[in-house]
T-cell receptor, first 110, second 113 residues
Framework: EDQVTQSPEALRLQEGESSSLNCSYT??????LFWYRQDPGKGPEFLFT???AGEEKEKERLKATLTKKESFLHITAPKPEDSATYLC???????????FGAGTRLTVKP | KAGVTQTPRYLIKTRGQQVTLSCSPI?????VSWYQQTPGQGLQFLFE???????NKGNFPGRFSGRQFSNSRSEMNVSTLELGDSALYLC????????????FGNGTRLTVT
């Protein structure tokens, strides 16, 4: 069965303190891996799609990378407005639904 | 471009009642998916509709159903509500089926008492 595991569950950083979030997955044929950001009371907001091992995507202070078994979301010099829950999801080659991880709740203190 | 719109934002229902939630996708998006989000289970896939046909279904009981109209708008229905149905119900649309990012609405918060 397809599985997505995110770690850590929660992460507290000081403003400017860089770190990484992990998403490990098992899926029979990866069609795509997706990162989303969710703020309290809102729906998830799409950040990145990664399709193959070795691929990287960047957006402002965020950089997503992909290997055959996991993906990392690197946050460089975070700001308080980066505080949110970050969700990872995978889509298998034989299925159209996305399987989501439980998320990492990031808090950035000024 | 308007985003995904879900109505209502909040609902309070009693056990045994039924409820209908509505979703208007982004203009031009033909695929609509529904997810249930709870603190304990995270985001769980309910079903996906494309061209008015259910294309995929998650592991939920038959009390959960949905439909899609010719203008791509979608509704989901939950009958005989249980306390455990309390959750945030999220609708997402995408341009095409498969390998396309989902664009989520802000959800309907359902509370069953």
């Amino acid at each position: 069965e397809d599985q997505v595991t995110q770690s850590p569950e929660a992460l507290r950083l000081q403003e400017g303190e860089s770190s990484s979030l992990n998403c490990s997955y098992t899926v029979s044929g990866l069609r795509g891996l997706f990162w989303y950001r969710q703020d309290p009371g809102k729906g998830p907001e799409f950040l990145f799609t990664l399709y193959s091992a070795g691929e990287e995507k960047e957006k402002e202070r965020l950089k997503a990378t992909l290997t055959k078994k996991e993906s990392f979301l690197h946050i460089t010099a975070p700001k308080p407005e980066d505080s949110a829950t970050y969700l990872c999801a995978v889509q298998a080659a034989n299925n159209n639904d996305m399987r989501f991880g439980a998320g990492t709740r990031l808090t950035v203190k000024p | 471009k308007a985003g995904v719109t879900q109505t209502p934002r909040y609902l309070i229902k009693t056990r045994g009642q039924q409820v209908t939630l509505s979703c208007s996708p982004i203009s031009g998006h033909r695929s609509v998916s529904w997810y249930q989000q709870t603190p304990g289970q995270g985001l769980q896939f309910l079903f996906e509709y494309f061209s008015e046909t259910q294309r995929n279904k998650g592991n939920f009981p038959g009390r959960f159903s949905g439909r899609q109209f010719s203008n791509s708008r979608s509704e989901m229905n939950v009958s005989t509500l249980e306390l455990g149905d309390s959750a945030l119900y999220l609708c997402a649309s995408s341009l095409v089926r498969g390998n396309s990012p989902l664009h989520f609405g802000n959800g309907t918060r359902l509370t069953v008492t």
